[in-house]
């Protein structure tokens, strides 16, 4: 079974530019989680997606980040303009079921640079 | 609101020694799930186990082992006979059942196994 992809794995930008991640979960995975990983620190969820509708994005920064899932498969992050404290991994989950809480499976992340 | 402490930032052993990682939590929900994760040097989260608020056994996976406890809020995690390749940093998460069922990860722990 292939796991959670990301691309792209690095990214460098400067700040007040615009930057796009891209995840594909897990097939079949209903739950889909977008965290933002700052260096010495645990993740921390930007948004939670349950087949193509928004759970939980009570954490994401709304006036640079946004986020879709089209067709509740595929997802997209999106930051414009990126600030110079949005530097981190940033990091694509996805999780089976809705009916209960399971583990997340977790993709390889893209670490962003913002200089 | 849902919190987790890992008091320990970073531990070092030396090979064959056994390790304990500490992990606090604060809840407001009867219902929730503990998890552990792994994070090696190549950066991607690999799950480890699972728990829910009602099953208060220890559990034991080779090596690991954890250890719950509601009445202190625990939940740790022991390494037994430690190797150079358990050396990561470890995330101890917290997922409430009935507040939306988002994660809030600890800040981690640094384990370095030395030979």
């Known amino acids: 079974e292939a796991g959670v992809a990301q691309s792209p794995r690095y990214k460098i930008i400067e700040k007040r530019q615009s930057v796009a991640f891209w995840c594909n979960p897990i097939?079949?995975?209903?739950?889909l989680y977008w965290y933002q990983q700052i260096l010495g620190q645990g993740p921390k969820l930007l948004i939670q997606?349950?087949?193509?509708?928004?759970?939980?994005d009570s954490q994401l920064p709304k006036d640079r980040f946004s986020a879709e899932r089209l067709k509740g498969v595929d997802s997209t992050l999106k930051i414009q303009p990126a600030k110079l404290e949005d530097s981190a991994v940033y990091l694509c989950?996805?999780?089976?079921?809705?009916?209960?809480?399971?583990?997340?499976?977790f993709g390889p992340g893209t670490r962003l640079t913002v200089l | 609101a849902q919190k987790v402490t890992q008091a320990q930032t970073e531990i070092s052993v030396v090979e064959k020694e056994d390790v304990t990682l500490d992990c606090v939590y604060e809840?407001?929900?009867?219902?929730?799930?503990l998890f552990w994760y792994k994070q090696p040097p190549s950066g991607e989260l690999v799950f480890l186990i699972r728990?829910?608020?009602?099953?208060?056994q220890n559990e034991i996976s080779g090596r690991y082992s954890w250890n719950f406890q509601k009445s202190t809020s625990s939940f740790n995690f022991t390494i037994t006979a430690s190797q150079v390749v358990d050396s990561a940093v470890y995330f101890c998460a917290l997922s409430e059942a009935n507040y939306g069922q988002n994660f809030v990860f600890g800040p981690g722990t640094r384990l370095s196994v030395l030979p």
């Open positions: 989950a996805s999780s089976p079921r809705v009916s209960e809480v399971n583990e997340q499976f």
């Open positions: 728990r829910n608020s009602f099953d208060e």
């Open positions: 997606f349950q087949n193509n509708g928004v759970v939980d």
């Open positions: 097939s079949g995975h209903a739950t």
């Open positions: 809840t407001r929900d009867t219902t929730y799930y």
